[in-house]
């Protein structure tokens, strides 16, 4: 399968920890999203790379949260000082660059900050 | 403000009952419109994107229309395992990096 990959796609941590996931994208895809989504909601924009470049950043994306995209491949998401509201699905997206991508998700990782 | 409704919130079907699904949105510079598909505990799986009104798109029981102002996801004769939340998304020529959802329409269908 070459689809996206997230890991871990379960987390239980304490408020205050720090958690961090990853993605994997479709191996030839340049372009990288990172969405939230609350139980009853869609997906909510988060941040995306071009490359290795963070292009763009939600403000929903405070000062505890930062993502990675090295050398253009996979990318890390990390949340610092998790807080309760953080519980939520985090997806990750990948797309090539053609002028109308299309963005193909992956499984998800779901948060739960006890 | 660019916005996407879905309606209804939640549709239950007889097995083999057609219905369509709604998506409407407000958004300056229409660039392409997807509708993707959400089992429980799983991210959105990709059905079809539309980019111009009249556009149509079909798969299997799925047909995906767009008008310059909704968009409906037509089912016909639908089977148990098409239940799912349908998830609908546009993206705009101002911010094409991003997409914005709706909510989404929680599809049951009783065999």
Redesign the interface.
Known sequence: DTG?S?DPRHKITKRGQNVTFRCDPISEHN?L?WYRQTL??????LT?F?NEAQ??K?RLLSDRFSAERPKGSFSTLEIQRTEQGDSAMY?CASSLETG?E???????T?LLVL | EDQVTQSPEALRLQEGESSSLNCSYTVSGLRGLFWYRQDPGKGPEFLFTLYSAGEEKEKERLKATLTKKESFLHITAPKPEDSATYLCAVQMYSSASKIIFGSGTRLSIRP
């Open positions: 996206v997230q372009r999203y009853g909601q869609g997906p909510e924009f995306y071009q292009l763009e939600s997806l109308k299309t963005q193909y998700f992956g499984p998800g779901r």
